[in-house]
């Protein structure tokens, strides 16, 4: 792919194909299917020359124009030209047309495209159907439905081409014409469900209408309404939140006084009915067994199933039939009363693996997890984590992948905070299933506590039976009508496919082994089922993120935000959350969606790490550091490793290293605990205890592929810090040429700005591995690229990537802020600009977030400020900055990546202290320079000479 046109387009295409259905017959309209809403994607071809065709900004945008230009039909050539390559003189363009018509033929066969003479061109509709082209004839047929089954979304999301500013032009307009066409539609299926009195359709399609305009306030009253109308107030209090937000942030404006008498009105209803749920309930009556019981279920009936689950009452031929039986004392009403105080401590439920059919086991382990999620909906109670669970499994000396049963689940719980186990069984009964669960108290022996049962006539009704068994489950426990009614049924908060969450199940055990692709593929497959389901959406966006793929990431990022009725309030929350901080790295905005989340579930361990992450992101330590903490404290079985070592982290970075030895101390001998051990072997310059920890890392199968590269890197900065420049300078490269390979880029783009780093701080020649940059076609590969262009001296070449940024959102100016002025102070110190160099880069230097982009731009900016200002003779400031590199507390950078600069910044400081007089600070650094330089490369014996004689000059003097 041309260079100078990649920069101006993300590598969105052919990431995401969200299911198809709602079109008409390919047969009947052509051979060939361009798909272009919410996606870009062309079907029925040659997948090779599809891509070649896909690849190019320029050769979709024709193809585009071509197929959806008004009038239909031809087009002259001389418009296209001035519309696709107003850069180009006449000769230029017309070749670059013909290039780009040379693989539209090749990719959509010969006659595809038609010519009239050399004027003009056109898009054969007989062979090429398109989207946009039936979503139109939808329209005008009064087909609405059909043609909202092809809206998934804008004309080609994340196409831009900034030197073609009049086809931009022409491309918005159409995003803005389709997507207004596609909320009148949904307006008008709105109005016509609430004029037949079906509500629950009219607030779905009043729904898509008010995403598919987001500022139309006529819309949001509609919906609201609506929401109100059929029992979804909270849906409705949230839909009115964001609005708000919205129209705050875009126009620092407020909502019309009529909707917000609307919304008044919505939220007393909500408060009247949590104050009628909260009205002490009727005396029950009390069994013979004591006072402290409920009434035991009455005998089943003919045709109830026994066996050591103890009953399930069903009725041959009946869809369902719901039984609750009580059996126990009446547990959660005893300890809450119903209600959930403000910061007390919830009731602790431990989800047991169910039972499934032996011809299916793993349909019983998707019902466990379905039952959870909608468990842990409680705000009174909460459900223990699958990763606590693991770690209690660790603790008692059983492998982490050991099935855990009713009886070990009360084994595991037994002595912990945790006060009852959940089991589960679900059987095949004909075509259909029984499921019956049942919860049991650890304390006394596996009493049952609470039962429920129901049967599901198909597997496409599981979703709705196992919700409906978990509402029953918690207002059998004793949770109050009203908390239970504020929380929505599964099958409308997540998917009511059984077996899109099967997928989707599998989907996030692929992606927890960090095989992202593959989970991409079967989230896509789960989305195939139900192409609503918001989490399978997020799945998405979160595996390109961990690829730092965030072009991508942002597209299914966007899918997931255009459904938020498919979410649970606080993971809703957890998605704005993420959202704020990938789309718009807006870092506040996603703390106050996590405050709120911690708000509605103060006991939400992965809540309170993730707020406790954006915290750190933004340098606020010590706040950090109390979140980890309440994670931690909030973990009924034992600390999860990964949050202690967060913790730890968060010691290190306010500069208590002996608190952080102790928690490091009691996480284990386990990935997580070495590579914790690693950081506190780094702070205390222990280069020899990093080069050993990360070795083991690297060593040991279970090392995951985050951490490996990690231990890669480390090991790397410890042969650096002990003088093996060579050594490590062939590590990292080798580091990033195996993970360009593999397309593994945020490791590429670590592992090649270290090298850089490395380079710069030893005055090595930078070179270039053009292979591995060239491969990237993310934007954080563009700003490498840039980054080793200003380093190496081609000043043209790192110029265009300045430009090339920028004319991208100003989300991407802020999130790359660090890269933008470091490339920029590069520049600079190649002209010799020492002050520009100061100015440009202070900034960055003095940053205390922890985040990779800062962690990967502070420390070069920091030794290049230090560099600079010896470069103009003002030898204290340079002190201090190469003081900062070699500090234990460095201002948020990884702690082991100090060693790359380690003993260069000793070496300098040497012979700046030597300069300027003062002994002792010299002679303190040459100790710990002498000390760490145990292996050192011949090349650097002469720098080490010149310091010890540096020194030896002060001491004579």
Known sequence: MDQSRRRSYPGFVQTLSPPRGGHRDVSEQGTLRLITLGTLELQGTD??????????????????????????????????????????????????????????????????????????LALDTTRVWCDVAAFETHLEEGERKEALALYRGDLLPGLFLTEAPEFEHWLEQQRARLRELAGQAAGALAESHEASGDAVAASHWAKQAADLAPLDETALRRLIALLARVGERSGALRAYRAFADRLQKEFGAEPAPETKAQIAAVRDATAAVVRRDRQPPPPRPKSEAGPDLVAPPAAPARGAVFGRWGWLAFTAGAATVLTVAAVGRNWLATLFHGTSAPGRAPAWILVAQFDGPADDPTL????????????????????????????????????????????????????????????????????????????????????????????????????????????????????????????RPLDEVMTPSFAAFRKYREAMVVAGAADFPGARRLFREALALDPNFGEAWEGIATSYANQGNLDSAKVAYREALRRPDRFSDVDHLLLEADVAEALRYDLPASLRALNLAVRLKPHCAGCLNDQGWVLAVMGRWDEALASFQLAVASSPLGPPATTEALEALALIMLGRQEEASHVVGGIGDNWVGRHARLWVAATSSDWAAVDSLARVLLSDPSTPDESRIGAGEALAAARAARGGVAAADSALDNLWANASRRHRWNDAHAAARDLLLLRLAASTPIGRTEAALELDPSLQGLLTKGLWAAAGGDTAEARSVLAAVRRRGSDDLTRYDGDLRLIEGLIAARAGLWESVVHTLTPVATRGGWVWKDVQSSLPARWLVADAYQQIGRFDSAAVYFERTVSPVSLGDAPERRGITYSFARERLVLLYARMGRPDDAQRHWDLLRATWTNVDGRLLPQREQAREALARLKSH
Not at 384 to 401: F, I, K, N
Not at 456 to 471: F, H, I, M, T, Y
């Open 364 to 487: 019983g382990t998707a019902a466990r997890d379905l039952v959870q999620a909608a468990l842990d909906q409680s705000r009174v109670f909460a459900t223990v984590s699958d990763e606590q669970v693991r770690l209690s499994l660790l603790l008692a000396g059983r492998p982490e992948t050991t099935r855990v049963d009713g009886a070990l689940a009360r084994e595991l719980a037994y002595r912990s905070s945790v006060r009852a186990v959940v089991e589960g069984r679900v059987a095949r009964v004909g075509a259909g299933f029984s499921v019956v669960i049942r919860a049991v108290d650890v304390d006394s022996g596996g009493r049952v506590l609470a039962s429920v049962a129901q049967t599901a006539r198909n597997e496409d009704a599981l979703v709705a039976v196992l919700s409906g068994l978990a509402r029953g489950m918690r207002s059998a426990l004793g949770e109050r009508q009203g908390l239970i009614q504020a929380t």
């Open 47 to 120: 997948a090779s020359a599809a891509r070649a065709l896909l690849a190019q900004p320029k050769r979709v945008a024709l193809l585009t124009y071509l197929a959806l230009a008004t009038p239909r039909g031809f087009q002259q050539r001389d418009l296209l030209l001035a519309l696709l390559w107003p850069e180009f003189d006449q000769a230029r363009a017309r070749n670059a047309l013909s290039q780009a018509l040379y693989h539209l033929r090749q990719a959509l066969g010969a006659d595809a495209v038609l010519s009239r003479g050399t004027e003009a």
